[in-house]
């Protein structure tokens, strides 16, 4: 098996369609490159990565959920937050109800060969890759360990599952924090939007208009205040507790627990 390789731009390459698995996107510099999330683990990344670029790269996880940080265990070091490594250690659990017993057989022998090196990044770490400079910017929220990546001069965000379209945004995952939690994040990222044109999500297939950081924002505010409740949802067992409430708006949804708002 392997991912679906699409270019998003000259120099941001995604690779998707594993499963449910996160986008996992290749930015390239003039001299470095950086991997964006991992995925799942079901294939050997280092060698789908060599095939796609010859520059040396680092890796970074936009946050800990296994969808994201599965193939952390193809690399000797992966960069993320702090508040990111108790997901990552945990990855094999959730990706189990997802792989195969043939992936998750693959994931144990590599695993057997040792675990990778954890290089802790907060706000303010920029990662340099020659020509183009992406800034950490710690927005935690769908998880305490959420970062986002600030492409300087491409003028991108990697958001992760901050936000996604494709999927209601997951304010109802273990860890997740509230609501007024997420905001003050999207308040943060909005202080910067004009350094930016474009999202990356960490599951949507194509660049989304920097128009979406708006929307989600307002309707988060009307949330906190009250203004807007989403109606009674049923979450599968997986969640633990499977009461929450979904928001739907015109691009998009947002699942939340109504006793994690404020
Ligand atoms: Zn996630």
């Not at 990778?116 to 935690?140: A, K, N, Q």
């Not at 509230?178 to 599951?203: A, M, N, P, V």
Request: hydrophobic fraction near 35%; proline fraction near 4%.
């Amino acid at each position: 098996m392997k991912h679906q390789i699409k270019k998003l731009t000259e120099r941001i390459t995604l690779l998707y369609g594993i499963h449910a698995e996160c986008c996992i996107y290749l930015v390239e510099g003039d001299k470095r490159a950086l991997l964006i999330d991992t995925g799942l683990g079901a294939v050997d990344m280092q060698s789908e990565i060599a095939e796609l670029t010859s520059l040396p790269y680092d890796v970074v996880n936009t946050h800990g959920h296994g969808d994201h940080t599965g193939g952390n265990i193809y690399y000797p070091a992966v960069y993320m937050h702090e508040g990111a490594r108790e997901d990552a250690r945990g990855f094999l659990a959730l990706n189990k109800t997802v792989l195969s017993e043939e992936e998750v057989a693959i994931i144990e022998a590599q695993l057997a060969k040792g675990s990778y090196e954890i290089h802790c990044v907060s706000d303010g770490f920029t990662f340099d890759l020659g020509d183009r400079h992406l800034e950490v910017l710690s927005i935690p929220g769908h998880s305490p360990g959420c970062i986002a990546l600030l492409d300087h001069e491409d003028r991108v965000l990697f958001s992760g599952d901050c936000f996604v379209k494709s999927m209601p945004i997951q304010m109802v995952v273990p860890g997740a924090l509230t609501i007024r939690e997420y905001l003050d994040s999207l308040h943060k990222l909005q202080s910067r939007e004009d350094e930016f044109d474009w999202l990356c999500t960490g599951h949507d297939e194509q660049l989304e208009p920097k128009t979406f950081l708006d929307e989600v924002t307002a309707a988060c505010e009307k949330l906190v205040t009250g203004e807007l409740s989403g109606e009674d949802i049923e979450l599968p067992p997986v969640y633990g507790d499977t009461r929450a409430k979904l928001i739907k708006e015109k691009d998009f949804t947002i699942a939340y627990r109504p006793w994690r708002v404020c």
